[in-house]
């Protein structure tokens, strides 16, 4: 991660969702999905709402938390936002100032609008309406002081990253029926202890244990591999021309150039000069699909 992180001044922003939404994304968790899709929609409008001509980018980290202090349901976003975007052009700009007024309303569409075209249910129309009466600004998103590219912002993002749903620390009691816990509420420095039946407790616990190959932390912006900028990312970043980065996505492509690359050896060339032929591939073809050129295609 932090071999990730552009050097440069970073801001900690969460997105939350109201209570009324927090059901649809239980039962139906595809929809989770649209969290991180939604999040880096708003952020996106937000930058390029400053310059609509360089349509700058900015780099985002994401991390999905399905749960809140209290164990309950709560699906929410972490982001690791940059503070330094680039434009079409190539010039890198700093931005310091975030509008949070015009940020939560943008949220607050962007993940309406995604979900409405998910769920076209009459009762979910009438609580979108019931949504933008209630909440006139806008959907709840917070941003913490900004913090210095640093150790300890490493640190501070691998917290949220691999953070557990419960600590160990926090059960503070457990006799074989019922478990104790503690923690601190939104909004105040009280510790609550919680005493609930073990199997309740369980419950609360695997909730959200994510599906299996669902990405819990995702990359947008100058951050995803496969944006147009990232390549300006890795020259601001680590100093790569462009040229050297084509050459090592043409080598890393390819399983046999990667192990000719790091070890300095054909994978498949015998001792004795001759080279392999290959005969079969057997894999699962509900997960993954191999070619033949995939493993003989040379482009050295």
């Not at 937000?46 to 709560?74: Q, S």
């Not at 939104?186 to 609550?192: D, F, K, P, Y």
């Not at 054909?266 to 509900?286: Q, S, V």
Request: hydrophobic share 35%; aromatic share 16%.
């Amino acid at each position: 991660m932090s071999a990730k992180l552009l050097k440069c001044s970073h801001r900690h922003v969460v997105f939350t969702i109201p209570k009324e939404l927090r059901k649809y994304f239980a039962i139906d968790r595809t929809l989770l999905s649209l969290l991180f899709e939604a999040a880096a929609d708003t952020i996106t409008y937000c930058f390029n709402k400053r310059n609509k001509a360089e349509n700058y980018v900015p780099g985002m980290i994401m991390v999905l938390h399905t749960f809140g202090r209290d164990l309950k349901w709560n699906p929410h976003i972490h982001m690791i936002l940059s503070e330094e975007a680039v434009g079409k052009s190539g010039i890198w700009k700093k931005f310091s100032h975030i509008n949070y007024e015009g940020l939560r309303r943008s949220w607050q569409f962007c993940i309406l609008k995604l979900m409405s075209e998910k769920i076209t249910t009459l009762p979910f129309k009438a609580l979108v309406s019931k949504l933008y009466a209630d909440h006139k600004s806008g959907f709840y998103v917070n941003s913490p002081p900004v913090k210095n590219f640093s150790a300890g912002v490493v640190n501070y993002i691998v917290r949220y990253a691999g953070r557990p749903v419960l600590a160990q620390s926090r059960i503070t009691n457990y006799d074989g029926e019922t478990v104790t816990f503690s923690y601190t509420p939104h909004g105040s420095t009280e510790l609550v202890c919680e005493t609930v039946p073990v199997f309740d407790f369980i419950k609360r616990l695997i909730i959200h244990i994510p599906e299996r190959n669902f990405k819990m932390i995702r990359y947008y912006g100058f951050y995803c591999n496969s944006h147009s900028m990232h390549k300006q990312y890795l020259c601001r970043a680590k100093r790569v021309e462009p040229f050297e980065i084509n050459h090592r996505k043409c080598i890393f492509k390819f399983w046999r150039n990667r192990i000719r690359f790091f070890f300095n050896r054909d994978p498949i060339k015998c001792t004795c000069g001759a080279y392999f032929e290959l005969i079969e591939i057997f894999c699962d073809p509900r997960k993954i699909k191999f070619y033949f050129d995939y493993y003989y295609r040379d482009t050295s």
